[in-house]
């Protein structure tokens, strides 16, 4: 395949890195004045990019890199979470004099790592890409360099980061030793004649490493910390685009690299799923800050997306993908509201005590949040519920069905805490309350995501069920 | 019959031959000097002479002591650079065989770097006050 048809291929990465380097020098020129129009210029690249995933279909550079309908669909969604955090962010940072023009720019790059990671085909693309994304996430964590918490953030999310991808490079080097080939293709072929001991240390520690990115129990522990501390635009976009991007990593290395091996990676997923979910519902209920809460429930609902793929078929694989895409507007929205709470002298507020009575101050906020609540726990009338019916419907078609059960019941031990909010925020005294919002754009993006996932969602469930079936059949 | 060895370890008689010469010659460089010193009679310690020698710093002090950040600002560039030189090289050698392609990417990538370089020149890394 000749060069320029491998460079057509990855053209959406091309838009990106080409616009985030002339952004570059716009910001080094401009100024921090001219963060406005960088933002501006940073989501209307990610749009001209996401336009062109359209009809981008093949493997690029003698295999290293893979545009299908699996990374299409991953990045369409990594793509509009990045968006949406840069929209959101101006307001945030200029509130506390720390809009620095080079917050998009680093969202922007951060994409770049996320789109290689999701069409990676060889385990040197996917760390490459995977290096990308998080040497700009660590940046975008200690953001609010002058914050100490802020600061915090950024440095244990990158000692514990690069510990993690330690771990992943070591066990890609050991795959690498035991079958000869980076590719994902060879890595297969490799293990179709059953798995040796060196192989199957290579997939633990790949997938140990993974895990960390994805925050699956028992890598979980910077998850709680980093949330907390990064600035909320930055902790709604780790919530949001780097989780779809690790996921989709994941789903295709477990398929694609060592689909043969399914027997020994399904035990891995299985344990992380289970732990997640049950750690992500009980650790969760003694949380009074909403952002740690928060971090708390995306473990948790990372523990649902995996008991997708722990069935390790088509269906598992779509309803994975489904997950991740009702889940990121969920969590987006959660933020995009976490965001409003400000008290009246406008300082940021998070501790949960202080939604108390928001339906009467705020009504259209507290019903957006309740929305948000009832469809992380799944409840019924909400959208919520249907990527979880999804993987559940997933494992009972194998026959797992005790493993289904046992995440019923762990979304039931999940719901308390959603539901605590919500008991808080219509029937308890009014505390203070909030500064009106002055933003129409959040308020804007809280409406629309509310709608999503509302029972209106249901109206998108054949597209979502077409796509996200097609992107699991480009895999098997 | 006897078992084929797992390694065949004779291909590493020149590594052995090789520890052994360097560790007869280091041995050589610490020991004659004592020797010819002893034997001159030029042997007058003073504290100062007997103190260890580690660059010219002090041999022990606090290990938390702090730096300037601006160290590991010029640190890092340095690296950045470094490393782009230990990439241009084995590029020169095998241009030949890497074509159009190889020659563009390695342009791409200067041109990247450049960027960046502009970029920390316009913010002022390379400012020390």
């Known amino acids: ?276 979910t049950i750690l992500g519902g009980v650790a969760a209920i003694g949380q009074v800050n909403i952002k740690r809460l928060l971090a708390y429930s995306s473990i948790n609902n990372v523990g649902f997306a995996l008991f997708g793929l722990a069935a390790g078929t088509p269906d598992g694989v779509a309803a994975t993908m489904s997950y991740m895409a009702v889940y990121i507007v969920m969590t987006l929205g959660s933020f995009l509201c976490v965001l409003q709470m400000r008290n009246a002298a406008g300082d940021a507020v998070e501790d949960i005590a202080s939604l108390s009575g928001l339906s009467r101050t705020r009504p259209g906020l507290a019903a957006a949040f309740a929305i948000f609540m009832f469809s992380l726990a799944g409840i019924p009338p909400l959208f919520g519920f249907w990527p979880k019916f999804l993987v559940f419907d997933a494992l009972v078609a194998i026959g797992l069905w005790p493993l289904a059960m046992i995440g019923i019941a762990t979304s039931v031990i999940g719901a308390f805490y959603y539901l605590k909010i919500v008991k808080t925020m219509y029937f308890d005294e009014p505390a203070p309350a909030y500064a009106p919002s002055a933003s129409r754009m959040e308020n804007g993006l809280i409406a629309l995501s509310a709608v999503a996932v509302s029972p209106l969602g249901y109206l998108a469930i054949p597209l979502l069920g077409a796509l996200s079936m097609a992107a699991a059949r480009a895999l098997f | 019959m006897r078992e084929k060895p797992l390694v065949d370890l004779s291909q590493y008689l020149p590594i052995l031959l090789f520890l052994g010469v360097a560790l007869a010659i280091s041995g050589a460089f610490v020991v004659l000097p004592m020797i010819v010193n002893r034997l001159t009679g030029t042997a007058k310690p003073n504290p100062d002479k007997l103190a260890e020698y580690e660059c010219g710093f002090p041999a022990f002090e606090d290990s938390r002591a702090q730096f300037d950040v601006r160290f590991y600002l010029v640190a890092i560039l340095f690296i950045v650079f470094d490393l782009e030189a230990a990439f241009l090289y084995p590029w020169a050698v095998s241009l030949g065989g890497i074509g159009l392609t190889g020659w563009a990417s390695m342009m791409l990538f200067l041109v990247e770097l450049g960027i960046g370089f502009a970029y920390a020149w316009k913010k002022g890394a390379l400012d020390w006050e």
């Open chain 1, 1 to 276: 395949m000749s060069m320029i048809a491998s460079l057509a291929l990855t053209l959406p990465e091309l838009i990106l890195s080409t616009g985030a380097l002339l952004l570059l020098l716009v910001a080094a020129w401009g100024g921090d004045g001219s963060s406005r129009l960088i933002s501006w210029a940073s989501v209307a690249l990610l749009a001209i990019a996401g336009l062109s995933l359209g009809c981008a279909n093949g493997v690029a550079f003698d295999g290293l890199y893979k545009a299908d309908a699996f990374s299409n669909f991953a990045k369409a969604l990594v793509y509009a979470a990045a968006a949406v955090s840069i929209l959101i962010a101006p307001r945030f940072f200029e509130a506390r004099g720390a809009m620095r023009a080079e917050y998009p720019i680093l969202i922007l790059l951060s994409s770049v790592g996320m789109g290689m990671m999701v069409s990676a085909t060889d385990l040197l693309t996917l760390y490459v890409g995977l290096e990308l994304q998080s040497l700009a996430a660590y940046v975008l964590a200690s953001f609010m360099r002058r914050d100490s918490r802020s600061a915090e953030a950024g440095l244990k999310y990158f000692v514990l980061g690069a510990l993690a991808s330690g771990i992943l490079l070591y066990g890609i080097s050991l795959l690498y030793g035991f079958t000869g080939t980076t590719q994902f293709g060879g890595v297969a072929t490799a293990l179709g004649d059953g798995i040796s001991h060196g192989e199957l240390f290579g997939l633990v520690f790949v997938m140990a490493g993974l895990a960390f990115k994805i925050s699956a129990v028992p890598f979980h522990m910077w998850t709680p910390d980093v949330y907390e501390g990064a600035p909320t635009p930055v902790t709604a976009f780790f919530a949001s685009a780097p989780k779809v991007a690790a996921m989709a990593l994941l789903v295709r290395i477990a398929v694609d690299a060592m689909g043969p091996a399914t027997s020994s990676w399904q035990q891995i997923v299985i344990f992380a799923a289970l732990a997640s």
